[in-house]
Nanobody, 125 residues
Framework: QGQRVASGGGTVQPGGSLKLSCAASGQPLNFPRMGWFRQVPGKGREGVSCLRRADGDTFYVDSVTGRFNISMDSTRTTLYLEMSSLKPEDTATYYC??????????????????WGQGTQVTVSS
């Protein structure tokens, strides 16, 4: 699979909305589960949502539940994250990657390192 590239970030005021996209040069995102992760400088990467391709089942961490929506297009080449009611604490660089849900957390597979290009989301008044 080609490098994944996330896009759609920007600067919004608290309460605003953004829709992120992630694609891999038009190639299918073939992992059984695909998700969104975010990282703030100086902190570890945090998984926020995970989608199971087979049946569309979704999982969200508590901090984004009810505000974020993950989806994938019908060709399975693009992953989306619709974000609403954004808060300053949502500020981070967002990446898409294969995911798994373990102990109520969204994690990348062990030893996963091919994070690709992220997109910056800044929530500020």
């Amino acid at each position: 699979q080609g490098q994944r590239v996330a896009s759609g970030g920007g600067t919004v005021q608290p309460g605003g909305s953004l829709k992120l996209s992630c694609a891999a040069s038009g190639q299918p995102l073939n992992f059984p589960r695909m998700g969104w992760f975010r990282q703030v400088p100086g902190k570890g990467r945090e998984g926020v949502s995970c989608l199971r391709r087979a049946d569309g089942d979704t999982f969200y961490v508590d901090s984004v539940t009810g505000r974020f929506n993950i989806s994938m297009d019908s060709t399975r080449t693009t992953l989306y994250l619709e974000m609403s009611s954004l808060k300053p604490e949502d500020t981070a660089t967002y990446y898409c990657a294969p995911c798994q849900v373990l102990g109520g957390q969204v994690r990348a597979p062990a030893d996963f390192g091919a994070w690709g290009q992220g997109t910056q989301v800044t929530v500020s008044s």
